[in-house]
């Protein structure tokens, strides 16, 4: 046997690393490897994500059209935002939005996903229930954009030959936001309640028959088991669902474009307008940064108050 050979038997026996640098070499070696295989996803998170985000936080800061070159003109876009009363009637449009779309998505995720682990355990039921979310936005849009139709939609059909008056789901500035809010939620809760469901299948049953045998009741089980057990999961579902609700466009350039007067300009599409209609990059990246900071913020605090990364499982 080689001396190189009996090194490393002798090494591995003795729990050392082996010959100097031999240990080395095989961590660049993993490394490279390992680099090799992220490499596609760090690019396109660099050239996608990362330049994007920096060239759109220098933009905030000059006044720029799409003909001409960036004039810095330091914190004037963030003054001017401040005093914007469109601005702010987007950020409390938006905020309506997020606050129905989350209240109601994740009560009726958390109620599927109860169903998926003790009634409906078939992978048949799971993949319809995850079929409207394989829908794009704006085709969902166009679908429920016909089906409530004022004149037209099978919905008001039905409301109408029960005797009720018809309802102006996207031409009303009551119906707007919360139908916009019914739409995202249809198109999502199906993905959502597959990861409430995925929370609940790493609850051991043991601690279900436990409250069982101390005679606790659903009700009860549910309240001081399930819940406490399940937040990490529900944590990250708010996050999500938080983050993919503020930055609603698709359903909304599709049906109202903001409309009936302003009760459905959400923030994105303010920024879209101010940028691309209104020709004004800097203002636009300006609203885009101040969304960045308070989608930061909530999301942080959402982790910190759930306690997100933590679990009573241990």
Do not use: C
């Amino acid at each position: 046997m080689s001396t190189t050979t009996e090194s490393i038997v002798t090494g591995a026996r003795r729990g050392s690393p082996g010959p100097r640098g031999y240990g080395r070499r095989r961590s660049r070696s993993d490394f490279r490897v390992a680099l090799l295989f992220i490499a596609p996803a760090l690019i396109g998170l660099v050239v996608f994500y990362i330049v994007p985000t920096v060239r759109g936080i220098y933009l905030s800061f000059t006044d720029y059209s799409i003909l001409g070159e960036p004039t810095w003109v330091g914190g004037k876009n963030y003054a001017a935002l401040v005093q914007d009363p469109l601005f702010w009637n987007s950020l409390a449009v938006t905020a309506e939005y997020v606050i129905i779309n989350i209240v109601v998505q994740t009560v009726i995720a958390v109620g599927l996903g109860l169903l998926m682990n003790h009634i409906a355990k078939s992978t048949l039921v799971r993949g319809m229930l995850l079929m409207p979310y394989l829908v794009a936005n704006v085709i969902a849009a166009m679908v429920w954009f016909w089906l409530l139709d004022y004149n037209l939609g099978i919905v008001n059909d039905l409301i109408s030959s029960l005797g009720l008056p018809r309802v102006a789901f996207f031409g009303d500035s009551f119906w707007a936001i919360p139908t916009q809010a019914i739409i995202n939620t249809w198109r999502n809760m199906g993905y959502t309640s597959l990861l409430i469901f995925a929370g609940l299948q790493a609850i051991p049953d043991t601690v279900y028959e436990a409250a069982r045998i101390d005679g606790a009741g659903p009700v009860m089980t549910f309240r001081k088991i399930t819940l406490p057990l399940l937040r990490p999961v529900l944590a990250l579902v708010l996050v999500l669902t938080v983050t993919g609700s503020f930055q609603i466009f698709d359903t909304v350039a599709v049906t109202t474009q903001g409309g009936p007067v302003n009760a459905t300009r959400v923030i994105q599409y303010y920024i879209y307008q101010v940028a691309f209609g209104q020709q004004e990059f800097g203002y636009g990246s300006a609203i885009a940064v101040v969304l960045f900071v308070i989608l930061g913020i909530i999301a942080f605090a959402q982790m910190k108050l759930l306690r997100g990364n933590q679990s009573d499982l241990g």
